[in-house]
């Protein structure tokens, strides 16, 4: 096992290598950053040279790579065009994004596996049908679209019938947030709440879709028909046979799903005004800014790999009949 | 990686994907089926002997969701192609009513600029529907022919193939759509090029499916027969191994259908997707998400129809899943 893990860890760490030479084409690709500058007929040319120096962009691209793997592995992200610290940049509105799809990812977790084990229990019955015609309704449902009705449908009514804020639809902050950390623990409880439950209702329906199928395959199992024939009680059946092993599969699809749950958490800041990681990435696409889709897809890329990881491991750890060879 | 073990009926096998392992079952239920049926006439009991492709169809027919998805898919894409060419608007005919509200003139009301709804939301579907089908086609054909290569000559091949799709895989897909996109938005319109990029990206599934189903059934003896017979590598594959790989990858391209449809219209929600005066269901959400209280009628419709749109797709495929795989699904004694 633990050899296994360390090779895994080896291999994921040469994936990433790759993955950043992938990326860096990607990205030198897209187009001139200093684009916007060389329109400007008020910038002298020396400047443009000279921040063409400064970006190496007339080194040929093997040797930028080089430069930008070498900076980073030493957590030297570089500059933004605005000659920002990027790296810097990147943790703040990692903080940002993290904080809202955490919370919504463990509460989509719980939520799923209470649908999943629910709608699989009283299959075929109207319980059932309730819960995955939502699911598919859920799933047919792109982010944006989820996040905009519920901000205008939903939160913004509410808000006015009750005339005061309860629901925050623009921002991951109050702007004149002060005070101890103590005092600020409501505002930053609060603002994040829209943008979970768009996250959470999301992510919840295909992970509840696939835990019911889970559990209908583990509930015609045979050592769950042994365990009935035993006369234990349908509720330590459930847990204890049934609900346990139906919550191996389902423990490795959302630990694979976080590429997925990352790309829906910047629809999700786009529509809620939060800047997130991924507003911060969108307006770096927009503005040709290198280093900074760099770092977003470095950082994006290490945690799916991390989890990608944890899948396997995971697997190993629920289900002993796995061996590693 | 572990090498996965023998393919058996189980989700619980190898820490191969989930979904690898899953597609094992598809064939041998399939196949399993079909050979079970198509001798059943030795008794006279069935009437006729049905094709496996027959009873799959069959199946398919009796699922009353299903149904309802196709009747609505079918129904939506005649129905934008119908209102394209003879409605009374065209979706860029300019009227004199700004802002109105649904009326027998303007069933979905007109925008700010005098457009019909009803027009520009259909064409917004027609559109969608040619982007849909022409990024399921490429992303299944690719996504084909590099898991069929990489499932049936394995060593090196499979290794240096699949080792790409995790490389593809690694990366959040919408976030790399949007690096592509952004380029493209600002060379062209032409909305080839979006399922171009949406396709390059969507086939890394499909090919892991088809690789994991070909690892087991070049083991198979039927293959092992054709090749005693001198069949070439390339006939093996094609007549003998793909069509009993066919359910998972028909599965998969209708899912592939819902999902681009959902990458289009966010691309399009950014303004990176479809440009005007092209419309999109996505980019008419776009526009009207600001007067979404005030003018619903300019949100409403667009979103009802991209849900209803996908839902639909979403229905067709998993009544496909049942029609193949009806074991998977059964109800329990």
Partial sequence: MFAYVIRRLLISVVVLFFATIFVFVLVAKSGNPLALLNANPHIPHATVVARENLLHLNDPLWQRYWIWLSGAIHGNLGTSINGQDVASEAMSHLFVTLRMVIVATVIAIFVAIFMGVLAAVRQGKVTDHAITVTNFVLLATPIFVLGLALKEFVAIPINQHLNTTIFYTDGEQSPTLSGSFLSRLPAYAEHPALPAITLILISY?????????????????????????????????????????????????????????????????????WQGLGQWYLNGVLTLDTNVMLAYLLITATFVILFNLLADILYGVLDPRIRYA | MPEPAAQENFVIQTPERVATVEAGAHTLAGVGAGVELSGGDVHGLSGEAKSQFQIVLNRFFHQRLAMIGVATFVLLGIA????????????????????????WTNPFGTNSIGNDMFAQVMAGVEKDIEIALTVAAMATLIGVTVGAIAGFYRGWVDTLLMRFVDLVLVLPVLAVLILLSAKLSKESNNWLGLAFIIGIL?????????????????????VEASRALGATNRRIIVKHMLPNAVGPIIVNA??????????????????????????????????????????????????????????SIFLIGDGLREAFDPKKSRVRA
């Fill in chain 1, 205 to 273: 329906a295909s992970w509840a879709i696939y835990q019911r199928s889970s559990m209908i395959e583990t509930l015609d199992a045979d050592h769950v028909r042994l365990a009935r024939a035993k006369g234990l009680s349908q509720r330590r059946v459930l847990f204890r046979h049934v609900l346990r092993n139906a919550l191996i599969p389902v423990t490795t699809v959302v630990a694979l799903d976080f590429a997925a749950v990352l790309g829906g958490a910047i629809i999700t800041e786009i529509v809620f005004g």
């Fill in chain 2, 80 to 103: 934008s192609i119908v209102v394209g060419h003879f409605w009374q608007y065209s979706y860029t005919t300019i009227t004199n009513n700004l802002n109105d509200p649904p009326s």
């Fill in chain 2, 202 to 222: 969507s086939w890394t599934y499909v090919a892991r499916l088809v690789r994991a189903d070909f690892l087991s059934l070049r083991e198979r003896d039927f």
């Fill in chain 2, 254 to 311: 209708t899912l592939t259908v819902a999902l681009s449809i959902v990458f289009e219209s966010t691309l399009s929600f950014l303004g990176l997707g479809v440009q005007p005066p092209a419309v999109s269901l996505g980019l008419l959400v776009d526009q009207g998400q600001d007067s979404a209280t005030t003018e619903w009628w300019l949100f409403v419709f667009p979103v009802a129809f991209l849900i209803v749109l996908i839902l």
